[in-house]
């Protein structure tokens, strides 16, 4: 059994590194990072803390309330709720990504084959 | 909406649970029904849970209020995989961040899945397919349920938050009290969730019409894919 550094084939056409899809996907992603690095910029210089609204609404739920405190079911410190959530969005986006093109790679032609 | 554990009276919780469950059960059934009859729904739904899960976790922040929040993406899974479905994988979604991020709490879930899995999905896709019925355009009908999606959300988690907590303050006045604390930030989101939702339905629809018949189809008799006229 031998396995193969190329799997299509020394003649067929090897896959483009920018394509049609990387580019779409990169520049939404680029254009996305820069509304938040601007809007995150403009909150700074205006001394604005950025606080999650589901925090603001939860302390102003507690502060009517007659007692309690309101805590998450677990609170991480530090770093490790970004290492929590770029592990999430890692493998949410594998997934995701498999299912669409799963889903939606290819277009059903007439004659039953499948358009890349 | 992510109502963090120690807010609510225990009754509170127990009666969110049990409103959810009315949901959440019949959703478990419109699955096993939905599997059996397309084949495509599995990955639909696992697609649709992850997706729900990423974008209720994504704190966008917008500069006018000075604060973050984040859409919610139920709007566009109760188009997908049906409003009872969306309510089961919001459930799963609210208990793997309320465990994982700390966003939310385990007594709050019924009241979370309430707002977000419910009322918002529900919502977004009673919009849908009343504009629908009318011959709405894809994109536009796409779009409006996940605005209403979105602010109804918001609005159900504000007067769960009132009905608990109003004490002697008239239940209205401490509703819009807590939906003011949302709203400002909210209104903006709302609007790039019906831009996201109206985008992706319409990729979905231009790609592969034939997978979403239950989505497209305005009269079963007539068989017509309205995707084609949007």
Known sequence: ?116 | MHIEDGILSAEACAGWYAATAAFVIPGIYEIKHRIRENLSYKPFLAMTGVAVFVISAMHLPVPVTGSCSHPCGTALAAIIVGPFATAVISTIVLFFQAVFFGHGGITTIGANTFSMGICGGLSGWLFWKALRSVSCPVWLAAGVAGFVGDLVTYLTAAFELALSLHGQVPLMKQWMIFFMGYAPTQLPLAIGEAIFTAAVLLAMVNRRPDLLPQVLVRKPASQVLVGKEA
């Open chain 1, 1 to 116: 059994m031998s396995t193969r550094a190329n799997p299509l084939g020394s003649g067929s056409q090897s896959p483009r590194f920018f394509d049609g899809f990387t580019k779409i996907m990169l520049t939404t992603m680029i254009v996305l990072e820069l509304a938040i690095f601007a809007s995150a910029s403009y909150m700074s210089r205006h001394k604005l803390t950025g606080a999650g609204t589901d925090d603001i609404v939860n302390n102003l739920a507690t502060a009517t309330k007659v007692n309690g405190e309101h805590h998450p079911f677990v609170q991480l410190p530090g770093d490790s709720e970004l290492s929590a959530f770029s592990v999430a969005n890692f493998f949410a986006g594998l997934i995701v990504g498999y299912n669409w093109v799963k889903l939606f790679g290819s277009k059903p032609q007439p004659d039953g084959k499948k358009e890349d």
